[in-house]
T-cell receptor, first 117, second 113 residues
Framework: AQSVAQPEDQVNVAEGNPLTVKCTYSVSGNPYLFWYVQYPNRGLQFLLKYITGDNLVKGSYGFEAEFNKSQTSFHLKKPSALVSDSALYFCAVRDLRRGSTLGRLYFGRGTQLTVWP | DGGITQSPKYLFRKEGQNVTLSCEQNLNHDAMYWYRQDPGQGLRLIYYSQIVNDFQKGDIAEGYSVSREKKESFPLTVTSAQKNPTAFYLC????????????FGSGTRLTVV
């Protein structure tokens, strides 16, 4: 089955330090992977995606993610965290199986990132 | 500007009432989705629609109903059969191609009073 796992419910980091939010996936075939961010009482906003090509993907707000096929991971990273990065982050994988629900995304449970001053 | 609009932002429902959440998009997206979000449970798919006049149940469809009479609109009705409807509801749309993600609305918070 298509799925993603976010092993950490919460990540805390000091402002200015690098941050990593972890995601592992399980798919049949090549993975199409996404990261979204959610601020309180708002919808999800797209950050970045991996479809093919370079394993290091750059996205919005200075975020990047590293695709690792051997470890089936797609960790979200940022070199220097800001207090304003504090939010809920979701990893997602696209279902590409034949006969699937035309591109349904499967989401992880989310990781709450807190950046303290 | 193109986007996806959910209304109302906050909704209160009495026990035994049906309520309808609105979702409208002007992105010309084919696919639309409804998710329910509860603390610590991530996003759970309620219903989705790939084309007009067609929709399928997601993982937690019981107690909910939808319609897709127009490409732009995908309203969700929370019926009295839904025993625990208090949650944050998110609507999303997509081109339906594999390399596209979703565009989300800003959500509706439903509370049973």
């Amino acid at each position: 089955a298509q799925s993603v796992a976010q092993p950490e419910d919460q990540v805390n980091v000091a402002e200015g330090n690098p941050l990593t939010v972890k995601c592992t996936y399980s798919v049949s075939g090549n993975p199409y992977l996404f990261w979204y961010v959610q601020y309180p009482n708002r919808g999800l906003q797209f950050l970045l995606k991996y479809i093919t090509g370079d394993n290091l993907v750059k996205g919005s707000y200075g975020f990047e993610a590293e695709f690792n096929k051997s470890q089936t991971s797609f960790h979200l990273k940022k070199p220097s965290a800001l207090v304003s990065d504090s939010a809920l982050y979701f990893c997602a994988v696209r279902d590409l199986r034949r006969g699937s629900t035309l591109g349904r995304l499967y989401f992880g449970r989310g990781t709450q990132l807190t950046v303290w001053p | 500007d193109g986007g996806i609009t959910q209304s109302p932002k906050y909704l209160f429902r009495k026990e035994g009432q049906n309520v309808t959440l609105s979702c409208e998009q002007n992105l010309n997206h084919d696919a639309m989705y409804w998710y329910r979000q509860d603390p610590g449970q991530g996003l759970r798919l309620i219903y989705y629609s790939q084309i007009v006049n067609d929709f399928q149940k997601g993982d937690i469809a019981e107690g909910y109903s939808v319609s897709r009479e127009k490409k732009e609109s995908f309203p969700l009705t929370v019926t009295s059969a839904q025993k625990n409807p208090t949650a944050f509801y998110l609507c999303a749309s997509s081109m339906g191609y594999a390399n596209y993600g979703y565009t989300f609305g800003s959500g509706t918070r439903l509370t049973v009073v």
